[in-house]
């Protein structure tokens, strides 16, 4: 089992900053592949990023790339998600998510933390 709790949400003004960790723990491998995704009142949950844990090769949504970024720290087993030049339509639920290889689908997901970006 992989359990996975995230941090950092909050409520922040347009143009701020913020970063989301993702604290991973259990029996996780190298090749496992960990995402972040959102959800926003009334939409669909949508794909953020992922980071892949072994070679840290990263991949974004269009509407985050230059603004968002992922990362992981191997020693800690956190992955964060640094969040710049917030719009209002960042505000979501963010989640954590993982997955045991490229080709599975996302199995283990964190509880979620809110975002607010203010106008």
């Known amino acids: 089992q992989v359990q996975l709790v995230e941090s950092g949400g909050g409520l922040v003004q347009v143009g701020d900053s913020l970063r989301l960790s993702c604290a991973v723990s259990?029996?996780?491998?190298?090749?496992?592949?960990m995402g972040w995704f959102r959800q926003a009142p009334g939409k669909e949950r949508e794909f953020v990023a992922h980071?892949?844990?072994?070679?840290?090769?990263?991949y974004y949504t269009d509407s985050v790339k230059g603004r968002f970024t992922i990362s992981r720290d191997n020693a800690k087993n956190t992955v964060y998600l640094q969040m710049n030049s917030l719009k209002p339509e960042d505000t979501a639920v963010y989640y954590c998510?993982?997955?045991?290889?490229?080709?599975?689908?996302?199995?283990?997901w964190g509880q979620g933390t809110q975002v607010t970006v203010s106008s």
């Open positions: 980071i892949k844990w072994d070679v840290g090769s990263t």
């Open positions: 259990g029996r996780t491998f190298g090749n496992y592949v």
């Open positions: 998510a993982a997955k045991t290889g490229v080709y599975f689908q996302y199995n283990y």
